[in-house]
């Protein structure tokens, strides 16, 4: 199912607007995947609690996956 977001543009905007399915997309990533988000600030300013929730399922997904790491410039 990953696989088929990470591909398709439609599904991969639906793992963004749900953190549920961007938290199990990104613990199945099985080959090394960095993320990395630029101006995280700006980010925060923007989303505010919903930035805080991003964060936090990204430092999950982290911790969960071998395979997936999240680095934060800000």
């Not at 977001?5 to 439609?10: A, E, G, L, Q, V």
């Not at 963004?16 to 995280?40: K, Y």
Request: net charge negative; aromatic share 6%.
């Amino acid at each position: 199912m990953c696989e088929e977001m990470i591909k398709n543009p439609y599904r991969r905007v639906w793992a963004c607007v749900n953190l549920d399915a961007l938290h199990d997309c990104l613990t199945d990533v099985g080959e090394p995947t960095e993320l990395v988000i630029r101006n995280g600030r700006a980010l925060d300013e923007a989303m505010g609690d919903q930035a805080a929730a991003l964060r936090r399922v990204l430092a999950d997904c982290a911790a969960e996956n071998e395979w997936f790491t999240v680095a934060w410039e800000e």
